[in-house]
C-alpha cells in the first residue's frame, strides 16, 4: 500500500538556482547596496552565478579614472595658473632687484601670498583623504562579512574566521593609526613646511625631513607587515578545513550505504554554490574598492602634478624659499596618496584572502 501511494508525494528538486538562493541566504547583495549609485554603476550586476563581468568593470574603472583626471584638471588648472604667476612674478622680480635685502623681502612676501593660496586647498586635500579613508572602512564593515560568511559557507569555517578576524585586526590598526597619527603628522609638516619657507632654519628642515621619513617608514612598514600576516594566515587552518570536509563526505558516504553517497554530493552541491557567491561578491568587492579610490586618487594626483610642474618653476627663483615650499607641499600630497593607496591596499588584500579560503574538496 505504501508503494502504491509514495509516487504521488514525490516532489521535484531543482538545483539550478541554487547560487541566487545562496546569495540571498548569505545577505551577499549587502556587497552592492552599501555602496552609493554612482560606485554601484561602475561595479555593474553582482550575478550569483559566477558569471560577473569583470572585464566590463575594468573598462568602466578605466572610464571612470580618466573622467576623474579630467574633472580634477578643469577644476584646478586656475588654482595651478594663479600660483605660477605668483612663482614667476617673483622670479622676474628677483633677477631685475639687485640689493639682497630686497630680494629677502620679495621672496617673503611671495611665501606669504603663496601660503595664503595653498591654505584651503590642502587643508581640503587632508580633509578629503580623511573622509575617503572613513568611507573606504564604513564599506570594509558591511562587505568583509558578506564575503566570509559565504566562505564559511562553503566550507572553509575556521579559514574564513581566522582571515575574517586578521582582516578586521590590520584594518582597525591602520584606520587608528592614520586618525591619530599618521594625518596628524602630515598636518604638522604642513605648518612646519611653511614656517621653513618663512624662517630659513636649519634644525626645522631637518625635523621636516624626519617628519617626511617617519610617516613614510611607518605606511610602508605596517602595509608589508599586515599583508605578510594575511598571507601566512589562514594556511593551517585550510589545510584543517580541507580535511574535515573530506573526512565529513567520507563518513557519510560509508555509515549511509547509497543514501549516504547521494547526501554526499548534494552537500557538495550547496559547497559549490556558496563558492560561486564568494567569488562573485569577492570580485565585485575588490572592483567596488577601487572604484571608491578613483575620486580622491585622481584629485590627490592632479593637484601633486601641478605642484611639481610650479616647483620647477621655482626653482628658478634666487634663494629657492618658494621651491622648498612647493616641493614640501609635493612631498604632503604624496604621503597622502601613500595612506590611502595603503588603507585601500589593504582591504582589496583582505578580500582576496576570502577568495583564497578552501570550499568544496
Excluded at 541566487?20 to 550586476?45: C, D, F, K, S, Y
Excluded at 640689493?99 to 612676501?109: C, V
Aim: glycine share 6%; charged share 15%; proline share 2%.
Amino acid at each position: 500500500m505504501t508503494l502504491l501511494f509514495l509516487p504521488f508525494f514525490l516532489v521535484p528538486v531543482y538545483a539550478q538556482d541554487l547560487g541566487e538562493a545562496a546569495g540571498v541566504e548569505l545577505e551577499a547583495n549587502a556587497v552592492r547596496e552599501a555602496l552609493p549609485e554612482e560606485i554601484q554603476e561602475v561595479g555593474g550586476t553582482l550575478d550569483m552565478s559566477g558569471r560577473y563581468d569583470g572585464l566590463g568593470a575594468l573598462e568602466r574603472l578605466w572610464r571612470k579614472l580618466l573622467e576623474n583626471i579630467s574633472e580634477r584638471l578643469r577644476a584646478d588648472a586656475w588654482e595651478a595658473v594663479r600660483l605660477l604667476v605668483v612663482v614667476l612674478f617673483c622670479s622676474v622680480s628677483g633677477s631685475l632687484i639687485k640689493e639682497k635685502r630686497q630680494q629677502e623681502i620679495l621672496e617673503l612676501s611671495g611665501c606669504a601670498v603663496v601660503s595664503l593660496l595653498l591654505a584651503g586647498g590642502v587643508d581640503s586635500m587632508v580633509k578629503e583623504c580623511f573622509s575617503s579613508l572613513v568611507e573606504l572602512n564604513d564599506y570594509a564593515r558591511v562587505a568583509l562579512p558578506a564575503v566570509y560568511t559565504a566562505a564559511a559557507a562553503g566550507g572553509a569555517v575556521a579559514s574564513a574566521s581566522v582571515r575574517y578576524a586578521s582582516a578586521c585586526f590590520a584594518l582597525d590598526l591602520m584606520m587608528s593609526a592614520a586618525e591619530k597619527l599618521l594625518l596628524p603628522v602630515i598636518s604638522a609638516l604642513i605648518a612646519m613646511s611653511v614656517c621653513a619657507a618663512v624662517f630659513d632654519n636649519a634644525m626645522l628642515r631637518a625635523t621636516i625631513n624626519g617628519a617626511k621619513k617617519l610617516a613614510a617608514l611607518m605606511m610602508s612598514g605596517m602595509t608589508i607587515a599586515l599583508t605578510a600576516m594575511l598571507s601566512v594566515t589562514g594556511l593551517v587552518s585550510s589545510a584543517a578545513d580541507a580535511a574535515a570536509i573530506r573526512a565529513a563526505k567520507t563518513v557519510i558516504s560509508a555509515s549511509l550505504p547509497i543514501v549516504g553517497g547521494i547526501m554526499a554530493n548534494a552537500a557538495s552541491s550547496v559547497f559549490a554554490a556558496a563558492d560561486l557567491v564568494k567569488n562573485s561578491a569577492g570580485a565585485f568587492g575588490m572592483v567596488a574598492v577601487c572604484a571608491l579610490c578613483l575620486a580622491p586618487f585622481a584629485a590627490l594626483a592632479v593637484r601633486r602634478f601641478f605642484f611639481g610642474v610650479i616647483a620647477a618653476a621655482a626653482d628658478m627663483t634666487a634663494s629657492g624659499r618658494i621651491a622648498r615650499l612647493f616641493h614640501d607641499m609635493s612631498a604632503v600630497l604624496t604621503l597622502l596618496l601613500g595612506l590611502l593607496g595603503s588603507f585601500a591596499l589593504m582591504l582589496f588584500f583582505s578580500v582576496a584572502a576570502a577568495l583564497r579560503s578552501v570550499g568544496t574538496a
